[in-house]
Nanobody, 120 residues
Framework: VQLVESGGGLVQAGGSLRLSCAAS????????MGWYRQAPGKQRELVAA?????????NYANSVKGRFTISRDSAKNTIYLQMNSLKPEDTAVYYC?????????????WGQGTQVTVSS
């Protein structure tokens, strides 16, 4: 599975951005997709994730609950991350992730990352 992110950029604190991640290739076996982020000098952390199970409740990091919303368009094999009320501490490279099974083997794929910078 190949993942391509878009939508990052520079925004002032309190502003909004929407990230997109399009999956291609063997998308049939995808189990879950999500967003991670990595700030300079810090470990990569989960931001939000959603599984392929219909009606599944998305999982969010506590730091983004109530501000970020993950959504999925299964027909387009695309997920989105709507980020509102952005804070300077949200500044990071955001990575799209997908995992699943292909021919019985587990895989995990990453996008190239998109920079989000929030100025104070």
């Amino acid at each position: 599975v190949q993942l391509v992110e878009s939508g990052g950029g520079l925004v002032q604190a309190g502003g909004s951005l929407r990230l997109s991640c399009a999956a291609s290739g063997n998308t049939f076996g995808i189990n879950a997709m999500g967003w991670y982020r990595q700030a300079p000098g810090k470990q990569r952390e989960l931001v939000a994730a959603v599984t392929s199970v219909g009606g599944a409740v998305p999982n969010y990091a506590n730091s983004v609950k109530g501000r970020f919303t993950i959504s999925r368009d299964s027909a387009k094999n695309t997920i989105y991350l709507q980020m509102n009320s952005l804070k300077p501490e949200d500044t990071a490279v955001y990575y799209c992730n997908a995992d699943g099974y292909y021919r019985g083997s587990y895989y995990r794929s990453w996008g190239q990352g998109t920079q989000v910078t929030v100025s104070s």
